[in-house]
C-alpha cells in the first residue's frame, strides 16, 4: 500500500512490523508525505496507526526504537502535519498520542516524550473542536497526560517561569461543555493536578481555579433547584423515576467530586467557603427558615432535607461539615446573608437584610423535629427526616461534640487519642456547643417519663405481657444471639483500641425519641399511611441511639411500645389467619421480602423523592409505596409485624427461633439425590412429562410418586437394593397445586412453586400420566389431602407464632418410621410400632405400584384412612 504513493517507492519496507527498521521505513513515509493532499491521505493515516504500534513495542523490547523516534524529531513532524488542518489527519494523530501515552510504561520512554516542549504545543493546537471526532479524542488525551502528573513530570507541563500551564488552562476552557462526557473529564483532569504536591504550581492552580470552583458550585445550585422542580410537579411513575434518576445521579456525582477537591489542601479553604456560602447556607437553610422575600428561591423541605443528607453521607471534609451542622443545630434565620433569586433563564445570588425582629432560636433544627409531626398520616416527610439523622449518625467528619450537645447519641468512629487540629470553623462550633449545653440538660429525663407514663397506660389496658429485663447496650451487640440483618452503624464502626477509656454513657434528646416512637406508634394503626421502608428505617435509627445510650428505663420503655404497636398488628392480622386463603403464601412471601430488602439509602433515596404511590401501577415494590387494596394492606401488615418484632427482640436480646415459621413434623425433609427405603410404602407408578416455559411437553421420565406429610416426592428405583429408590424431585405439598385433564382421564397437571417470593417460580410443571383413571383419580386424592394437612401444619405454626386460636385439621396418620442408626447414608429403616408388632414384613419388600383394593365395578371413592404404616411416610438419615 505504501509503495503505490509518489516519492515512497524508494523505500524498503520490512517484512517485521515489530523492528527498529519497520519505524525508520514508517519514519521515510511521514518525511516523504509532509505536505497533506487527498491522494496520500490515507498512506498517512496508517502510517501514524502502525507508528503508535511499533512505538509501544519498542517501550516494552528495544530501546532503540525510542531513540530513533526522539533523534528525528517525530512530534515535530506531528505538528507540521496538524498545522495543516486535515480533520482525519488530526484524528489519526491524537488517537495515536492517546494510544502512545496510556501504554508507556518505562519512566525514561515518558520523559523522552516529554521533553523539547512539543506536548504542550500540541495541548495548545487550534484543533477544530466543533468535531465531535476530534473534540473525543483531545479530551481523552488531556485525559491521559493528567495520569502522567506526578511531582517528577510536573516541570514537564507546568513553566514556574513563564506562569504557562497548558494542560490546565486548557482543560478549564472546556468546562462549561454542553457533552457530559467533558465535563467528566474536566473534573477528573482538575482533580490530578491538584493532588500533585508542587508549591510553585499549587499557587498557580488556586488563581486560575477559583472562577472554575465558583462555577462548580453554581452548577451544583442549579442541578439541586431543577431536582425540586421536577419532584414538585412529576407523579411517581416509571417514566419519571427514570428521569429522576439522571438528575439525582448528575448531582451526587457533583457532591462526590466536591468532596474529592475538599480533601485537598490546596482546595480545600476557597472551595468550602464558596460551598457553604453559595449553596448551604442561602439555598438548603434558607428553604427550611420561614420565608422572608417572596422572590427568593426556595426548595421544598422534602428537597432540602434529602441534599443535606446526601451531602453528610458523602463529603467528610471538617471544617465544612462542622460549620453547616452547627449553624443548622444552634443558630437562627439571623444568619442568613443571602438568597437565590431567578434571573431570566438563569439564577443569581442576592444579598439580604438581617430580620428586623429577633427571630425564632434554632428554627432549622426544630424543622427537623416538626418532620415527623405527620407521621400518625403520611410519612413523606418524615422519611426524609429520619434519613438526615441517619446521615449525621453516618458522617466521617467528627461532628460527635455537637451531636452529643443537642443529645444526639452518637458513637465516635475515631480514637480517642486523634486530635485533629483546630479551625476557625472549629471554634465557632465548640463555642456553639457549650452556649447549647444548659438548654438541653435535662431533656433525656422528660422522655424516660413520658415514655414510662405510655408504660403505665398500657398496663391499664391489659396489652403488655411480662417483658424479661432488657441487657445494656453493650450486652445487646455482643450477644450470643442471632446477628441483626439491619446495617446499623455501629456494624460499621472499627473496634476501639483496648486501650481506650469507655465512653461515657450518652443521654438523648426527648423530642427525637418521640420522633421515632410516633412512627413505631403509627404503624399500628391500621388506618395508617407510613411505608415499610420508613419503618425500617426508623427501627434502624433506634438501634443506632441505644447502642450509644445505655439506660435500662429507656430501653424498657421502647420496648413497651414495640410491644403494643405488635400487639395492634397480630389483632388486625388474626382476622384474617384462618379465614383468608391465601394467608399462607402471603405470610412465607412477605417474610422472604423481609429478609431480603435492606435499607440502602445510596440507592433508594431518589426513588422517595416523588409524593408517595398508591398503586401497583407505579412499578415501585411494596416496601417503598403505600397499599392498594385488601391483599397489599394485609401484606403491608405483616411486614409492620416482622420490623416491629425484630426491634422488639433486639431490644431485649432475645433469639427468634420462631420465624421462618416450620410446621411441626416428626421427619425431616428429603432431598433430590437421597437414597430412601420406601418398603411397604404406596406407590403409584406415573410418567411425567416436563412441560417448558412456552407450555410445551418435552421430556418423558418413568417416575414413582410417594408423599409424606409435608412433601411430594418422585423417586427412582435403585438397581443396586429391592425396596430403595432414589429422590429426583421434592417439593413441599402446601405449594402443589393439582387439576385433572379434561381430554385424558389419566392425566393430572402439577405444579409445584418454589421459594417464598411476591414473585414465585415454579420448580416443577409436568403432566403426570398413570396406567389408568383410577389410578389417577388416587393420585389426585392423595396429593389434595397431602395438600390440605401439609397447609393446616403450617398454619397451626402461624398461629403459634401469632398467639391466636387455631382451627383443627384432619389429623394426619402416624409416621411409623424413624431414623435408624447404621443405616446408609440417606436412607430410611421402617420399624415396627407397638400395635403392629404381630405382624410379620419382610425386611426389605420390592417396590410396588399400590391401588384402593375394591370390587370389580365400583365407582371410585375416597382412599380410606390405613391404621397401618402411612402410604408414603418416609424417613431419611
Not at 389496658?461 to 450486652?475: F, H, I, K
Not at 426527648?510 to 415499610?532: D, M
Not at 435509627?541 to 413497651?560: F, K
Request: charge should be negative.
Amino acid at each position: 500500500m505504501f509503495r503505490k504513493l509518489g516519492g515512497s517507492a524508494t523505500l524498503w519496507k520490512p517484512k517485521n512490523p515489530h523492528s527498529l527498521e519497520y519505524l525508520k521505513y514508517l519514519h521515510g513515509v511521514i518525511v516523504k508525505n509532509e505536505k497533506v493532499n487527498d491522494s496520500n491521505r490515507k498512506i498517512l493515516v496508517e502510517a501514524l496507526r502502525a507508528m503508535a504500534e511499533i512505538l509501544i513495542w519498542g517501550d516494552q523490547n528495544d530501546a532503540s526504537v525510542f531513540d530513533f523516534f526522539l533523534e528525528r524529531q517525530m512530534l515535530l513532524h506531528f505538528l507540521k502535519i496538524m498545522d495543516q488542518g486535515s480533520s482525519s489527519i488530526n484524528v489519526q494523530l491524537l488517537q495515536t498520542l492517546n494510544i502512545l501515552f496510556e501504554n508507556i510504561r518505562h519512566e525514561t520512554s515518558l520523559y523522552f516524550l516529554l521533553s523539547n516542549n512539543h506536548v504542550n504545543s500540541i495541548l495548545t493546537h487550534k484543533f477544530d473542536l466543533n468535531n465531535d471526532e476530534i473534540m473525543a479524542y483531545y479530551i481523552s488525551f488531556l485525559k491521559t497526560l493528567s495520569f502522567k502528573l506526578n511531582a517528577c513530570t510536573v516541570h514537564f507541563f507546568f513553566n514556574e517561569a513563564t506562569k504557562e500551564f497548558p494542560l490546565l488552562t486548557e482543560a478549564l476552557k472546556l468546562f462549561d461543555s454542553t457533552e457530559s462526557m467533558v465535563r467528566i473529564a474536566v473534573r477528573n483532569i482538575v482533580l490530578n493536578v491538584v493532588r500533585v504536591k508542587d508549591e510553585a504550581m499549587i499557587d498557580f492552580v488556586r488563581t486560575h481555579t477559583k472562577i472554575y470552583l465558583s462555577e462548580l458550585v453554581d452548577s451544583l445550585v442549579g442541578l439541586a433547584i431543577d431536582l425540586d422542580v421536577f419532584v414538585r410537579s412529576a407523579e411517581n411513575v416509571q417514566a419519571n423515576r427514570e428521569r429522576l434518576r439522571d438528575k439525582v445521579d448528575d448531582l451526587i456525582d457533583l457532591v462526590h467530586y466536591i468532596g474529592e477537591l475538599l480533601d485537598v489542601d490546596a482546595m480545600a479553604e476557597w472551595l468550602s467557603h464558596l460551598v457553604s456560602s453559595r449553596f448551604l447556607m442561602p439555598l438548603l437553610l434558607n428553604s427550611l427558615a420561614p420565608r422572608r422575600d417572596n422572590h427568593a428561591v426556595l426548595l421544598t423541605p422534602v428537597s432540602s432535607l434529602f441534599f443535606f443528607a446526601q451531602f453528610l453521607l458523602v463529603v467528610t471534609h471538617r471544617p465544612t461539615i462542622q460549620g453547616y451542622l452547627s449553624a443548622f443545630l444552634f443558630d437562627d434565620p439571623s444568619i442568613l446573608r443571602s438568597h437565590w433569586i431567578r434571573q431570566g433563564e438563569s439564577f443569581r445570588l442576592q444579598n439580604i437584610e438581617p430580620p428586623s425582629k429577633t427571630p425564632e432560636n434554632r428554627v432549622f433544627f426544630e424543622s427537623l423535629l416538626s418532620a415527623f409531626d405527620a407521621s400518625q398520616k403520611d410519612d413523606y416527610l418524615s422519611f426524609y427526616g429520619l434519613m438526615l439523622i441517619y446521615a449525621m449518625f453516618q458522617n466521617n467528619g467528627d461532628v460527635g461534640e455537637l451531636l452529643a450537645t443537642v443529645n444526639f447519641p452518637f458513637r465516635s468512629r475515631h480514637s480517642s487519642t486523634q486530635q485533629p487540629p483546630q479551625s476557625s470553623q472549629d471554634t465557632r462550633g465548640r463555642a456553639l456547643t457549650e452556649l447549647a449545653v444548659e438548654a438541653t440538660e435535662d431533656s433525656y429525663r422528660e422522655v424516660v417519663d413520658r415514655l414510662q407514663d405510655l408504660k403505665q397506660e398500657e398496663m391499664d389496658d391489659e396489652v403488655l405481657v411480662d417483658e424479661p429485663r432488657p441487657p445494656s447496650a453493650s450486652q445487646t451487640s455482643e450477644s450470643d444471639g442471632p446477628r441483626s440483618r439491619f446495617m446499623s452503624a455501629a456494624e460499621e464502626l472499627e473496634p476501639s483500641p483496648a486501650t481506650e477509656k469507655e465512653p461515657k454513657p450518652q443521654s438523648c434528646d426527648y423530642r427525637l425519641i418521640e420522633a421515632l416512637s410516633s412512627i413505631i406508634a403509627a404503624v399500628g394503626n391500621e388506618q395508617n399511611r407510613v411505608r415499610p421502608i420508613t419503618l425500617e428505617l426508623a427501627c434502624l435509627v433506634i438501634r443506632q441511639i441505644l447502642l450509644s445510650v445505655d439506660d435500662e428505663q429507656l430501653h424498657s420503655s421502647l420496648t413497651s411500645l414495640c410491644g403494643k404497636a405488635r400487639k395492634q398488628l397480630v389483632d388486625q392480622l388474626s382476622l384474617y389467619v384462618n379465614s383468608e386463603n391465601l394467608f399462607l403464601e402471603w405470610f412465607e412471601d412477605e417474610y422472604a421480602e423481609f429478609e431480603v430488602n435492606h435499607v440502602k439509602l445510596d440507592v433508594i433515596g431518589y426513588e422517595m423523592l416523588l409524593p408517595p404511590a398508591t398503586t401497583p401501577m407505579s412499578g415501585l415494590p411494596l416496601h417503598k409505596r403505600l397499599f392498594s387494596g385488601f391483599e397489599e394492606r394485609l401484606r403491608t401488615t405483616m411486614l409492620f409485624y416482622f420490623h416491629v418484632r425484630k426491634l422488639e427482640r433486639d431490644m431485649t436480646g432475645e433469639m427468634d427461633g420462631e420465624l421462618p415459621v416450620r410446621a411441626v413434623s416428626e421427619q425431616e425433609p428429603v432431598t433430590i439425590g437421597d437414597c430412601i427405603n420406601l418398603a411397604n410404602s404406596d406407590l403409584l407408578a406415573c410418567t411425567v412429562v416436563m412441560v417448558n416455559p412456552t407450555g410445551k411437553s418435552s421430556d418423558r421420565q418413568a417416575r414413582f410418586l410417594v408423599t409424606d406429610r409435608l412433601q411430594l416426592i418422585l423417586v427412582e428405583p435403585d438397581s443396586r437394593k429391592a425396596g430403595w429408590a432414589i429422590v429426583r424431585f421434592a417439593g413441599l405439598l402446601q405449594d402443589t397445586q393439582i387439576t385433572g385433564d379434561s381430554s385424558d382421564s389419566r392425566a393430572l397437571h402439577v405444579v409445584v412453586e418454589g421459594q417464598p417470593s411476591r414473585k414465585r417460580q415454579a420448580v416443577l410443571k409436568a403432566k403426570f400420566i398413570f396406567d389408568d383413571h383410577i389410578r389417577c383419580m388416587a393420585a389426585k386424592q392423595r396429593l389434595t389431602k397431602g395438600r390440605q394437612i401439609a397447609r393446616g401444619l403450617k398454619l397451626h405454626a402461624i398461629c403459634d407464632l401469632l398467639g391466636v386460636p387455631k382451627i383443627d385439621v384432619a389429623s394426619p396418620r402416624v409416621n411409623p418410621f424413624k431414623i435408624s442408626k447404621g443405616c446408609a447414608p440417606g436412607s430410611v429403616r421402617k420399624t415396627q410400632s407397638t400395635s403392629s408388632s404381630t405382624s410379620s414384613y419382610g425386611r426389605f419388600a420390592p417396590l410396588r405400584s399400590s391401588t384402593p383394593s375394591r370390587d370389580p365395578g365400583s365407582t371410585p371413592s375416597a382412599i380410606p384412612e390405613d391404621p397401618s404404616p402411612a402410604p408414603g411416610s418416609i424417613r431419611h438419615v
